[in-house]
């Protein structure tokens, strides 16, 4: 019979590893993901039953209902199994009263599943995605994202794996606009995102945001609030909210912190202090800087090194959100696009 401090040592590391399992899965995922791109036939094939579950809820997020009972064959199933291999591993090291625990988690979230059909909340149509808030977890918004973008947001329950292999944003696929006045770091930086490979780039103070994906707004002097609201206005029937990345000189700002958390547009603050004065050295080492967070997803953008970027971080974090009267209070995107 275990103790009871076997009992109580098993519900802490139970749920830790229950944890670390699904962490092991996101790996297998974002493998799955770089076996799909491979040029090597028999890699793509090992991973095809993953694509059967991106085609189940396709890029536009809708379900297609002929593949349901294949989703939960090529994808429920797997997914099971492999955090059963990794408890299995962990049962070599660990006592069993935790690895019990483990089992049980698991059992469990696996018979919701199925009893939903593989329609969990990180699965189900979208008309009007909201827009992700800044979080360790991914929330069902991030993993729909991942359903549009298969190359990126391949967390499910931590954004570990997306952090380690910088998968938080689908440069590749991004349209790019780039608003400001010419400069070092302007310059640079949009040398920074043609490496990364983003899909399109215009440039320039009279660059349009139509049909783009990512508003950049590089002119610290920048109107951010009508820019932000013309945009969440003009895409508020779009199935995606946009990306405004903003420049801003000082950490703590109000209005940037409520829009990081407003549903209508994925806002991100890039901090870069003294960005006029920067010379080109400088300005690349900022924009690179700038481009390893943003692909990491982050909504707080650090462009400075080491404990200066964790103390504009605490600086930014230390304002009070403060909406702008003119933003529409929303809880979802879908009350906008369907108010007349
Ligand atoms: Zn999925
Ligand atoms: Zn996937």
Redesign the pocket.
């Known amino acids: 019979m275990p103790s009871w401090a076997d009992i109580a040592l098993a519900l802490i590391v139970g749920p830790v590893l229950w944890l670390a399992g699904a962490v092991f899965f996101d790996v297998v995922h974002w493998l799955l993901h770089v076996m799909l791109r491979s040029r090597f036939t028999v890699l793509r094939a090992l991973a095809w039953p993953h694509a059967v579950?991106?085609r189940w809820?396709d890029r536009e997020l809708r379900v297609n209902w002929e593949l349901q009972r294949a989703n939960v064959a090529c994808?429920i199933v797997p997914e099971f199994l492999t955090q059963l291999v990794f408890t299995g591993a962990m049962a070599l090291i660990f006592p069993l009263p935790a690895i019990g625990v483990v089992l049980l988690l698991q059992c469990a979230a696996f018979a919701y599943v199925l009893s939903c059909r593989g329609l969990d909340p990180?699965?189900r149509e979208v008309d009007w995605l909201d827009a992700h808030r800044p979080h360790w977890m991914p929330f069902p918004a991030y993993?729909a994202l991942?359903?549009v973008h298969p190359d990126a947001y391949y967390s499910?329950y931590t954004k570990l794996v997306d952090w380690m292999v910088g998968a938080g944003l689908p440069l590749p696929e991004l349209r790019c606009v780039v608003r400001g006045p010419d400069g070092a770091f302007a310059r640079a930086f949009a040398d920074a995102l043609l490496r990364a490979g983003v899909a399109s780039l215009d440039t320039g103070p009279d660059a349009r945001a139509e049909g783009a994906d990512v508003l950049v707004l590089l002119d610290p002097d920048e109107d951010v609030i009508g820019r932000v609201e013309a945009l969440a206005s003009a895409t508020r029937r779009e199935r995606l909210p946009p990306e405004v990345w903003a420049l801003r000189e000082a950490a703590d700002d109000a209005v940037s912190r409520h829009y990081q958390c407003d549903v209508r547009v994925h806002y991100r603050v890039l901090s870069v202090p003294d960005a006029r004065s920067l010379g080109p050295e400088a300005a690349r080492t900022a924009a690179e800087r700038t481009l390893f967070w943003l692909r990491r997803g982050m909504h707080f953008v650090p462009s400075e090194g080491g404990f200066e970027a964790f103390r504009a971080w605490r600086r930014f974090r230390s304002s009070e959100p403060q909406r702008p009267g003119a933003a529409a209070p929303a809880r979802h995107r879908a009350e906008l696009a369907t108010a007349m």
Do not use: L, Q
Request: charged share 0%; hydrophobic share 20%; aromatic share 0%.
């Open positions: 579950h991106h809820i994808h990180n699965h993993h991942h359903h499910a």
